[in-house]
C-alpha cells in the first residue's frame, strides 16, 4: 500500500491538463489562459477625463485669470473640438479630453461667472484628472500571461481591452457513478436496509464550487455488467470519472472489476490512509478514474485530498488544499501506520478534532473547515501539539 504522499505525487504526474479551446470570455470563470494575451487597442484610447468638471489647457491659463467656456463633452460623445489656449470645456467622466486641453478641473472647485470660468484649487497641476492615452495598457503590450487564472476581475479586464473570447484550459466534464443497492434517493421513504443516497449530492456540490457544470450522474445497482456499461459510457462522454462504493472486498463490491473490463489501468488501489483506504486511481489512456470508498465521508475526504489535486492538473492549476500549522486543541490518539485526517474546525492558531470521525459519518465533516493531517508515525497528539492542517475550500 502506497503512503498518502506519494498518491498525491503519482496522480499530480499521471494527469495532465485537458487540451485548449476558444471560449467566450463570459464563460470562461475560473479557467487558465493557454496563450499570452496582448491588447489589441490602446486603453484607454484617447485622453480621457477622470472627473466631472472642465478641461482646458494648462500652459495656456494665467492663473487668477479667468478662462471663456467653450462647448460640452459628455462621455461617449465623438463631438471634436479644438480648444484653443485661454477657452475651457465642461467635460464628464469618460469623455474624451478634447484636443488643446491637457487638464481637468473638478466642479467643486470652480466658480462660474455667466461664461467666464475661475478655477480656484490651488493645488491644480498640468495633466490633472486626465487619463493619458494607453495608461492602462498600451496597443501590442502584454495584458495577461498564459497560466493566469481567470477570476472576475481578469474577465472585466480582457472585456475592457476589447475582446469577446479567450484560449483556456477548459474544466472538465465529470461523471459521478455512485453504485450500491442499498441506495433510496433523498425525498423518498427509506425501506428497511435501505440509506438516503448523498455521495452524489456532496460531490455535485463539491464540483459545482470550482465552477465545473458539466457533471453527468449515472446511478448503479451491484451489477458487473450494468457497472461495467455504464464505465464505458461516462468515459465516452467524460473527462474524470468518480466511481463512489463497491470498492472494498465484499462479494457485491464490483468496481474494481468493472474497471479492469473498461481498459482502465489501475495505477493505485489503496493507500496507507483513514478515511478512505480502498481508493482506486486508474487511467483509460489520458482519462483519470476514482474508485471512492462509498462511506460518504471517505468521499470527500478522498475528493479534496486526491480529486482535486488531479482536476487541478487537468485545468493547469494548482487546487491542492492550503496548509498550515495549527495548536491542537484536544486529544487525538491513532496507530502508527496509515496518515489520518480529521475533520477539524481551525479557530485562529486553535484547531480542534471534533466528534464523530467515523466515515460512515457526516455530521462532523458538514461543521469542519479543515482536515487535520496526523502523520503515519504519529500516535496521539495532545492540547498545545502542533499540528498540520488542511483547509478546506469553503
Ligand atoms: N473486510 C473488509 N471490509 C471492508 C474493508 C476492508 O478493508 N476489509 N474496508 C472498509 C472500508 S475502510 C471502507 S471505506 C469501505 C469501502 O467500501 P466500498 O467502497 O466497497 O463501499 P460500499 O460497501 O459500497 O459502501 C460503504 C458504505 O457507504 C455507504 N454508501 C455507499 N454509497 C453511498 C452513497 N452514494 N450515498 C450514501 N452512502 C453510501 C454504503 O451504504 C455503506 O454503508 O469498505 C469497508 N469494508
Ligand atoms: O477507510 Mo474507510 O474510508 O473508513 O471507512
Known sequence: MISSAAAKAIIKEQCEALPPVVLPIK???????????????????????SMDGYAFSYAGWKPGEPLDLYGEMAAGSNQTIELIPGKAVRI????????????VVIQEKIRLEGDELHIEDPELTAGDNVRPIGSEISKNALALEKGTLLTAPGIGFLAGIGLAEVKVYPKPRVAIIVTGNELQEPGKPLEYGQVYESNSASLTAALEALLIRD????????????????????????????????????????TLKATLECGIETIFHKIKQKPGKPILFGKQGQKPVFGLPGNPASVMTCFYEYVLVAIGEMQHRNLTLRKRNAILANTVKKPAGPT?????????????????????????????????????????????DEVEIHILPF
Do not use: W
Not at 457533471?215 to 459510457?233: E, G, H, K, P, Y
Not at 468515459?235 to 472486498?249: F, K, R
Not at 485526517?341 to 485562529?348: E, I, S, T, V
Open 27 to 49: 464563460q470562461a470563470m475560473g479557467t487558465v489562459l493557454a496563450e499570452d494575451i496582448y491588447a489589441p487597442v490602446d486603453i484607454p484610447c484617447y485622453p480621457q477625463s
Open 340 to 384: 489520518h485526517y480529521l475533520k477539524g474546525y481551525a479557530d485562529g492558531e486553535k484547531v480542534m478534532s471534533l466528534e464523530g470521525q467515523e466515515s460512515y459519518k457526516l455530521n462532523s465533516f458538514a461543521r469542519a473547515n479543515c482536515l487535520i493531517m496526523l502523520p503515519e508515525e504519529c500516535t496521539q497528539a495532545g492540547p498545545g
Open 92 to 103: 464628464f467622466t469618460g469623455a474624451a479630453v478634447p484636443p488643446g486641453a491637457d487638464t
Open 215 to 254: 457533471i453527468q450522474l449515472f446511478r448503479v445497482a451491484d451489477n458487473l455488467n450494468s457497472l461495467s456499461a455504464t464505465l464505458a459510457t461516462a468515459l465516452e462522454q467524460s473527462d474524470l470519472v468518480l466511481l463512489t462504493g463497491g470498492i472494498s472486498v465484499g462479494d457485491y463490491d464490483f
